[in-house]
Nanobody, 116 residues
Framework: QVQLVESGGGLVQAGDSLRLSCAAS????????MGWFRQAPGKEREFVSQ??????SYADAVKGRFTISRDNAKNTVYLQMNSLKPEDTAVYYC???????????WGQGTQVTVSS
């Protein structure tokens, strides 16, 4: 099993930046594909970004503004969020899955609120 703990959310103004962190434990970090999802009020959970050993991908809504990265020595994945918009307001969830598998493990979420 994998335990994921997100941190770094908060209340910011439009145009500001935040960096979310997700600390992983319980399984070899390097063996995991890590991802970020978000869920806004009244909406379904949506994909934001993911990273494996060599590749990253982003949802169109965040491309060019968000950057995912990982520090394997610290068992941590990050989501740098720049130029935040009110529509980015959501609970952001860290997720993990074995390489070649779907996302199986989820953190508790961290709230990001962007005011206009």
């Amino acid at each position: 099993q994998v335990q994921l703990v997100e941190s770094g959310g908060g209340l910011v103004q439009a145009g500001d930046s935040l960096r979310l962190s997700c600390a992983a434990s319980g399984r070899t970090f390097r063996s995991l594909t890590m991802g970020w999802f978000r869920q806004a009020p009244g909406k379904e959970r949506e994909f934001v970004s993911q990273i494996n050993w060599s590749d990253t991908s982003y949802a169109d809504a965040v491309k060019g503004r968000f950057t995912i990265s990982r520090d394997n020595a610290k068992n941590t994945v990050y989501l740098q969020m720049n130029s935040l918009k009110p529509e980015d307001t959501a609970v952001y969830y860290c997720a993990a899955g074995a390489v070649g598998s779907s996302f199986q493990y989820w953190g508790q979420g961290t709230q990001v609120t962007v005011s206009s």
